[in-house]
């Protein structure tokens, strides 16, 4: 067999079709495997034919992009989020929102039990999933059942890292033997051992040819694709061996499999839990959580089920697909998840049933949206504007609740698939511009509005973002999650109100003169108890203003969210006279406005 | 808690000793964390990071959660920027963008495993444009081997630039050299009482690296000394010594600590002995009252971690009465860990560099300690026996530690954790039909 170099010359990488507009397209089920840039895989025919249990290649089916077309397509991003402002954005990549393909398999892959991964990886690439980011996220101490290679600068620059592979292969197993118990080894490739094009197929084939290889495509893939692809893959690849050989077939109309939960996704243990309560509802009987609650030896129970329930947009459609059931996706709010009770009812013949629970669930569970509605918090909520920054299920899902079914000034919305489709550093900019009351999204966006000075309430929608939901409580899918929601968003306007409030101080008329006093930049006056409390407050409200400086405080105070506007105004009126007067002005001008505009911006 | 129980199959002791160069479980961030750490913090500097999203999506999740709260300007690469050889060109493309719209004083370019191994020509990015100074920071997992490590690279880099760049404008001080620089991360207020300790020697301190003026950096290549409060700053030595600084290693902690390090100060600065071994003995008997005040009398205590600063803390445990079983550390033996070494190992103190996860499970279960100081998962195993056990990063390097000031802190955290055991006991027996033997759980159920 020829053996190319790691960068062979015949490697193109626009050689693919274009790669179209969002959402691209995800990995399909097919044996085409791509030209990729790493040794011993270039004779693909005969390669796939030598090997008795053909592992699947995955195709390479996120493009390439060249860098002209990339910067267009983030240009055309930019242009559709933040309208003419995009084309003018700079380029200038500001942090990540989403991972790639290499994480992207470690954490579909290790929530797995029966799984024993070996990633071909340095350092790391093992400890930021497997212990730092893990443990901000689902408050896993680490994933235990993962290893790694470690390459060092000997693998990069002579070696390679088979040696290192199959060493950890060996061990594992002999650790997990010793223990009596049957564990699947997967070996997965990383950015860097992609890189060196150290590719393990052969060997482990030879020497541990029940070990299985996973590329992860770790340039090419998002995270997303990279989940998606790694459940597709796992799936296909049992179908292959002679233990997923036999013919599986429905276990009853009623059988559901939720499929997507995976390690480090926002919010999913609550959600997923109420997502179970759902389908139980509607009629169904849950089979299997794949591959949160999953094991190896069970996969059978893929192809149990009537119906599945993909749980997120952003990956495991494709796997729904190749189960060839009719599948839904996890619901949002009060009309999108009521949609979904009667359509899996509908699906599963159990309507009678689903508008049973439909029913009764107003009463119950969603009683409490209906009584915020009726009472006087609601009334805030069309002046309440949110902008929303996550992955595309929760972007989606959260507009659709908050703006088309309570009514909420929904304005920024950014669906994110990949890791640079947003430029971060114009959305930060279009965030100060746009003053929304609400930020949902990560820790970035959390960073962008502190930075920007924005005075907006920041509440979590999004990875990354060290936050531990573990917690079965704090649903942002189905009737819980609405209801959470609708509980949070209110409880975030009272909040939003305790910051505006006048915070006047409890001490003597005394203190307070002092404190003018010293603004004015004169000595701390000497004052007396009997200091006439008001008299600063009288020579505000008498103050004269130019025509000019009173239009700027007017544009000003729209910029305000409602609920804070008279409060912000107060303080904006009171603090411009101050300054005007310790200049010595006999009116206030738009400068002096502009000027003391910091100091009230929280 | 008997030992016997400890050690009867409660172990996830991955690898017999046999081939030891093969480790799976290596305990570091990933190192670039370290350069971050440094950079981020600097005000007027913008970090960019270049590597492959993966690395990007971790990195900025670490740094936004311990190093600061700063974007991290982070061109993510895709194979045909790395096979072909535009990647340089699109690195600087993304510098010139930052200094038009930023303008800031300084750029930090972290070049990580990636850009490394496909050649990213760090070499050939401009040195400055306009007033903005561009410093490359190669920072390879597979070349620094840990995020202390990265640490250095980032100081280092920084102190050539402006050594650099004082050398250009005739400002080198000519071997006129005053003063002490200390060069590691303590707690704030551990540099501002060993100035006052200093000087009561004449000793001037000039500058405490890291720091976030950028300015402070200037002032290192103009000491005299640079205390290297941690040992694994090889590079910032040599580069300060290409000034002329003098290094000194090892850090005023403990009563012998101090001791030392003070006289050893003196005679690096040559400052009259006898004046000298006055301050040194009385800084020292302040430590020593101390130690009589605060006692960790028997405690049987592991410190495992990888920050770097091991040695320093398992010193200061030690002369607080504590029993130190065992000693690890991700960094490796060198210069700057000498004196500290042949200490605790005169004390018959177990002591290991470069260590992987297993060598601390395998201590774990040897040793039976009353108290864990370590790494993250270390923390978690101990944990689930009952041990009481904190994480290294973060209880411990974010105390103060020299000096008199640097005793009570620490030993009443210690004392603190203990005085929980009952509490950690408890969690365990709750607990204890959740975990097999071998903390194999069912799989993750979201139970309704
Ligand atoms: S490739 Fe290197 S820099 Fe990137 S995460 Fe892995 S170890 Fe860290």
Redesign the pocket.
């Known amino acids: 067999m020829p053996k190319s170099d790691t960068f062979s010359t015949d490697f193109d990488p626009l050689a693919d079709e274009d790669f179209g507009s969002l959402p691209p397209k995800l990995a399909t089920p097919s044996n085409q495997r791509s030209k990729r840039a790493s040794s011993g895989l270039d004779d693909e025919i005969g390669f796939e034919s030598s090997i008795q249990n053909g592992f699947t290649r995955r195709r390479n089916v996120a493009k390439l992009d060249g860098e002209t077309s990339e910067r267009e397509r983030i240009r055309r991003m930019a242009e559709n989020v933040f309208g003419e402002e995009g084309l003018k954005a700079p380029n200038i990549p500001l942090d990540t929102p989403v991972s790639n393909g290499y994480w992207g398999a470690v954490f579909a892959l290790t929530c797995i039990k029966d799984v024993e991964m070996i990633v071909d990886?340095?350092?790391?690439?093992y400890s930021?999933p497997a212990t730092a980011t893990i443990n901000y996220t689902d408050a896993l101490p680490e994933l235990e059942n993962l290893a790694s290679s470690n390459i060092t600068e000997i693998e990069v620059t002579l070696d390679g890292t088979t040696r290192k592979v199959l060493d950890a292969v060996r061990r594992i197993k002999a650790r997990e033997a010793a223990k009596g118990h049957k564990k699947q080894l997967i070996v997965v490739s990383?950015?860097?051992s992609e890189l060196i094009g150290a590719d393990h197929v052969r060997s482990l084939q030879h020497k541990h040819p029940d070990a299985l290889y996973f590329t992860s495509h770790a340039f090419e893939e998002d995270e997303w694709q990279g989940r998606d692809a790694a459940l597709l893959w796992l799936y296909q690849e049992r179908k292959k061996r002679p233990e997923g050989q036999k013919e599986v077939s429905v276990k009853s109309p009623t059988t559901i499999n939720i499929i997507g939960p995976s390690y480090s996704c926002f919010n999913s243990y609550a959600d997923l839990h109420e997502l179970k309560r759902l389908v139980r509802g509607a009629g169904g009987e849950l089979h299997f959580v794949f591959p949160f609650e999953a094991a190896y030896a069970d996969m059978d129970r893929l192809d149990e089920s009537a119906v599945n329930v993909v749980m997120y947009r952003e990956f495991g459609e494709t796997l729904a697909k190749e189960l060839g059931k009719p599948y839904l996706f996890a619901p949002f709010g009060m009309q999108g998840t009521t949609k979904f009770i009667l359509e899996l009812g509908r699906l599963m013949g159990t309507e009678e049933q689903a508008k049973a629970f439909v029913k009764k669930e107003k009463k119950e569970t969603l009683l409490p949206l209906w009584d915020i509605w009726l009472g006087a918090p609601q009334d805030f909520y069309s002046t309440c504007k949110v902008a929303i920054i996550a992955n595309e299920s929760y972007a989606q899902g959260l507009k659709q609740f908050l703006g088309e079914e309570l009514g909420l000034a929904v304005g920024t919305v950014i669906s994110r698939q990949r890791s640079n489709d947003t430029n971060n550093y114009m959305l930060r900019n279009h965030l100060a511009k746009e003053r929304p009351t609400f930020v949902m999204g990560s820790m970035n966006e959390r960073i962008y509005i502190a930075e920007a000075n924005i005075p907006a309430k920041f509440l979590p929608a999004s990875l990354p973002i060290p936050l531990i939901t573990r917690s079965v409580g704090t649903p942002y899918m189905g009737y819980r999650g609405a209801v959470y929601l609708m509980q949070t968003i209110t409880n975030a306007l009272f909040d939003v109100l305790f910051d505006v409030l006048p915070r006047e101080r409890r001490g003597t008329a005394a203190g307070r003169s002092e404190s003018v006093a010293s603004q004015a930049g004169g000595p701390p006056a000497a004052t007396t108890p009997t200091a006439k409390p008001s008299a600063d407050l009288d020579e505000v409200s008498g103050f004269p203003w130019s025509a000019d400086a009173k239009a700027v405080f007017d544009q000003l105070i729209e910029k305000v969210p409602w609920v804070a506007r008279i409060s912000a105004s107060d303080k904006l009126r009171n603090a411009a006279v101050r300054e005007t007067r310790s200049n010595n002005l006999s009116e206030v001008t738009p400068q002096m406005v502009l000027k003391v505009l910091p100091q009230i911006m929280m | 808690m008997p030992s016997e129980e400890l050690k009867s199959g409660r172990s996830i002791n991955l690898t017999p000793k046999e081939s030891s160069e093969c480790s799976m479980h290596s305990a570091t961030m990933?190192?670039?964390f370290g350069s971050l750490r440094v950079t981020m913090r600097i005000e007027g500097l913008v970090p960019v990071l270049v590597?492959?999203v993966?690395?990007l999506y971790?990195?900025d999740f670490v740094s936004h959660f311990y190093a600061s709260n700063k974007p991290i300007v982070s061109p993510s690469l895709t194979t045909r920027e790395l096979v072909e050889t535009d990647l340089t060109d699109k690195v600087i493309g993304i510098i010139k963008e930052v200094v038009e719209h930023e303008n800031p004083q300084m750029i930090a370019v972290m070049s990580?495993?990636?850009p490394e191994t496909s050649g990213l020509h760090l070499e050939l990015l401009p040195r400055k444009l306009g007033r903005t100074e561009i410093i490359p920071m190669r920072v390879?997992?597979y070349g620094v081997p840990t995020h202390a490590e990265a640490k250095d690279v980032a100081i280092s880099q920084i102190i050539k630039r402006v050594g650099e760049n004082m050398a250009a404008e005739g400002k080198t001080s000519d071997g006129q050299l005053d003063g002490l620089a200390v060069i590691g991360e303590v707690f704030p207020t551990d540099p501002v009482q060993l100035g006052v300790a200093v000087s009561r020697m004449g000793v001037r301190l000039r500058t405490a690296l890291p720091h976030k003026d950028i300015s402070a950096y200037y002032d290192a290549p103009k000491a005299k000394v640079a205390a290297m409060l941690h040992p694994f700053y090889d590079r910032t030595v040599k580069e300060l010594n290409s000034f002329g600084v003098q290094p000194l290693y090892s850090a005023p902690v403990g009563a012998e600590g101090t001791y030392s390090w003070l006289k050893n100060l003196g005679l690096l600065m040559q400052l009259p002995n006898p004046e000298i071994e006055a301050i040194a003995d009385e800084e020292a008997q302040k430590v020593a009252d101390e130690l009589d005040q605060n006692r960790l009398d028997g405690v049987k205590i592991m410190i495992a971690g990888y920050e770097g600063s091991e040695l320093l803390f398992a010193r200061l445990m030690h002369e607080a009465g504590a029993k130190v079983c065992y000693v690890s550390t991700s960094i490796k033996e060198g210069p700057g860990t000498k004196d500290d070494a042949a200490w605790l190992r005169r004390r018959n103190i177990p002591l290991l560099f470069r260590k992987r996860h297993e060598d601390d499970l395998e201590a774990l279960d040897e040793m039976a300690p009353d108290l864990v100081v370590g790494s993250s998962n270390i923390e978690a195993v101990a944990k689930r026996r009952g041990i009481p056990a904190v994480y290294y990063t973060n209880i411990v390097a974010g105390r103060p530690i020299l000096l008199a000031a640097g005793v009570r802190p620490l030993v009443d955290q210690m004392k603190l954790i203990l005085s929980q055991l009952n509490t950690y006991r408890n969690m365990r027996d709750f607990f204890a039909d959740v975990d097999d033997d071998d903390h194999v759980r069912e799989p993750l159920k979201v139970g309704i």
């Open positions: 990886a340095p350092v790391g690439c930021l990383s950015q860097e | 990933c190192p670039a590597g492959a993966g690395c971790g990195l990580l495993c990636t390879p997992a």
